[in-house]
């Protein structure tokens, strides 16, 4: 046990700058802020747990970290915020369009399937090297191109959806071009 009253193995998933603001209580295996909100074995929606994400963060990175949100959310009204991996944001729209986490600098959004989309405005600055994750750090002062982020999310919901109907078995496929008649 740390100073924070946590397993250092837990303590290690969490995003930067939340394992100061934790408690453990044994008795009853919840993890809670100090402010009395539960983070383990809640009952939160993905949404509100994002949102006690940010308010969480206390300095530039929560201000970017919204802005970001912001913009994936505007990019496609159908893309659905979820809460995985231990506390980390992601959005998708017919399967992972990226995941955000917020770091001791920076803050990261990594697109699962970075390395197939295009990319004119030359957003990706991190993981080039892989074969399919592309990430984009901000860092403190960083300026966020909306409309290139909004254009990147969109052609990973296409993406997502072409892959979705190549995966789509035959049988299902030829149902849906007979019932187009």
Known sequence: ???????????????CGITDRLQRNPRNK???????????GTTMNPTERIDQLIAGITDWRSK??????????????EIIEEWKWMGSP???????IAVANAHKDKVKLTFSHGANL???????N?????NAWRAIDFFQG???????????????????QIKLKRKAPA???AKVHKSKK
């Open 1 to 15: 046990m740390n100073g924070s009253g946590l397993r250092s193995a837990y303590r290690d998933r969490l995003p």
């Open 30 to 40: 919840t993890t809670r802020m100090k402010n009395g909100t539960r983070i383990r």
């Open 64 to 77: 970017t970290f919204a802005s970001i949100r912001k913009s994936i959310l505007a990019a496609d009204g």
């Open 90 to 96: 992601v959005w998708s729209h017919d399967g992972i």
């Open 118 to 124: 295009p990319d004119p405005d030359k957003l990706f």
């Open 126 to 130: 991190a993981g080039l090297g892989g």
């Open 142 to 160: 960083d300026k966020i191109n909306e409309r290139a982020l909004k254009n990147l999310v969109r052609a990973a919901v296409d993406y997502n």
């Open 171 to 173: 049988v299902t496929r």
